[in-house]
């Protein structure tokens, strides 16, 4: 039974399909406080919040079971990424569930600027006709420049071409052809600034992005701009902005994101050409329920061990993906740890490679999986899929990723791990009906099932050196249930792994290394 806590206000149809649930309980504490979130968080699985809610470090360091926090929108701002990340907590949100409704409200407040809407509608309630005073200008025409085309801005960009305007896109992740097949022009940020008579903000808040919009790049603008943002507040730097409204270099300008929200200081809304709403994008009926719905099926998906895609701290497959690369993420986990139990010294780098069919996928799960498998011996049960890659980082170990062509096998996952006494390589594939297999230790090619327990040996290849290991196994009871042999030349070294029954005690290992021609002797528990 998996205890779920929904800590603020989220649409009754998603919570619906948790309490559908036979394996779920749900608690449903809209408006918890710090201090009683605290106190009860100890007790759960799961939290799901909106912005609201501050997921602090002392709030994941008190949830002890903790295994995924759900933010019903988009920006993951109220939560500590890097405490959860460390802890191993996944978290999730519902980036698609409010698209529409957002890149609607960005039309919806450019168009209010053209045409002054908000002004003259106050203007008659206060009792004035002031028609000359509020000529508006038309949207067709125009260039409009979009910074950040993903979901929303791309969506955006098709709203705009039904109203004829010229779209100019930046986002650093956009190609040509791509910007072509939406009917867009690529642009650079330069290039938006100076062409733009709209510009529509859609990135995320990063130190990239942060204070974009400021003086520097507002003089680069052309006189009479328009600028929205439905973004994240602290894009648009909005002393600067106001300096520019007021100057009248930018003609009108509107705000739906603030950087404290509610803002401390309500003065800046006294600017006449500046329009705004209380972070309204994402509040239609329709996208309440959408990110309702979208973050609690990933919860769920994430309690029961299924495929999720929309993690923010962890590599993610499409489902359609993740069927075909699900039986390599085992596989890559026992290199990983295999690797781990040879390893001499502390790990410097890690470089996976892959080839094969498995170069058409995204193979980054298959790199997390291997850290995941590396690090456990080390770490036990607290190393997971979400931060493996933490502890990387944190330890300062480098980690490459790379595919490649390889006519041997179907798919292979070599690894190379160099570590301040010298460098493991090691190479695992799947044979028929997904049969895990070792295929490479060093520079000897092998054939060996990496589970139960397993005996690594390196010794010379000379006639005795197996038996004698038989019989010291023998002498403790201790039954050998495979055995593979690698070696390079007739009368060279040679490797071999042997499968035992049962777990070989220090004073047998120390008798095994004692033996004249083995040079190293390892246990590996899989």
């Not at 003609?251 to 309500?266: I, M, N, R, S, T």
């Not at 780098?349 to 980054?364: C, I, M």
Request: charge should be negative; aromatic fraction near 6%.
């Amino acid at each position: 039974m998996y205890k779920v806590l929904i800590a603020d206000n989220v649409s009754d149809e998603g919570i619906r399909l948790l309490l559908d649930a036979p394996e779920f309980e749900v608690s449903v504490r809209k408006g918890i406080s710090a201090e009683e979130l605290l106190e009860e968080i100890p007790a759960y699985h799961a939290l799901i919040v909106r912005s609201r809610t501050q997921v602090t470090k002392e709030v994941l360091e008190a949830g002890e079971k903790l295994k995924v926090i759900g933010r019903a929108g988009v920006g993951v701002d109220n939560i500590d990424l890097e405490a959860a990340t460390s802890r191993g907590v996944v978290v999730v949100n519902a980036p698609e569930g409010n698209t529409i409704s957002t890149a609607e409200h960005t039309v919806a407040l450019m168009m209010a600027l053209s045409r002054h809407i908000p002004q003259a509608n106050q203007s008659l309630k206060e009792g004035r006709w002031d028609r000359k005073k509020f000529l508006g200008t038309e949207l067709t025409g125009k260039v409009l420049g979009i910074i950040g085309f993903g979901r929303v801005g791309s969506t955006v960009a098709r709203i705009a071409q039904g109203l004829n305007m010229q779209v100019l896109a930046y986002d650093p992740y956009i190609t040509e052809e791509r910007a072509r097949d939406m009917g867009v022009t690529a642009a650079s940020l330069e290039e938006i600034f100076a062409q733009a008579d709209y510009i529509t903000v859609h990135t995320p808040k990063t130190p990239e992005t942060e204070n974009l919009i400021n003086k520097e790049t507002l003089a680069k603008m052309k006189d009479g701009v328009r600028i929205i943002n439905c973004a994240r507040g602290g894009i648009v730097n909005q002393e600067d902005l106001v300096e520019a409204l007021r100057s009248g270099k930018v003609a009108g300008a509107a705000l739906d994101v603030f950087p404290e929200e509610p803002p401390k200081d309500y003065g800046i809304f006294a600017t006449p050409n500046l329009i705004a709403t209380p972070h309204l994008g994402a509040s239609t009926v329709e996208a309440q329920v959408n990110v309702a719905v979208d973050v609690i099926k990933e919860v769920m998906s994430a309690l029961r061990g299924e495929p999720i895609t929309n993690a923010v701290n962890m590599p993610v497959l499409r489902p359609e993906a993740f069927a075909k690369v699900k039986p390599f993420l085992s596989l890559a986990e026992r290199l990983g740890k295999f690797t781990a139990q040879l390893l001499p010294g502390a790990i410097e780098s890690v470089s996976v490679a892959y080839s094969g069919q498995l170069t058409e996928f995204n193979v980054s799960p298959l790199t997390t999986a291997v850290l995941k498998g590396l690090f456990r011996p080390a770490f036990g049960s607290e190393v997971n899929s979400v931060n493996a890659p933490y502890l990387a980082r944190k330890r300062g170990i480098k980690v490459t990723e790379s595919k490649q062509s390889n006519g041997n096998y179907s798919n292979l996952i070599q690894l190379e791990v160099q570590t301040d006494k010298g460098t493991r390589k090691m190479a695992a594939t799947l044979f028929a009906e997904n049969q895990p297999r070792i295929v490479q230790i060093g520079d000897y090619h092998i054939d060996a099932i990496p589970e139960g327990y397993l005996l690594v040996t390196r010794h010379k290849d000379r006639p005795g050196i197996i038996g004698a290991v038989g019989t010291i196994l023998g002498d403790a009871e201790i039954n050998i249930a495979s055995m593979q042999l690698g070696r390079s030349d007739a009368g060279g070294e040679a490797v071999m792994v042997l499968g035992v029954d049962q777990p070989i005690p220090p004073k047998v290992l120390k008798k095994l290394v004692r033996y004249p021609d083995i040079d190293d002797v390892y246990f590996v528990r899989l």
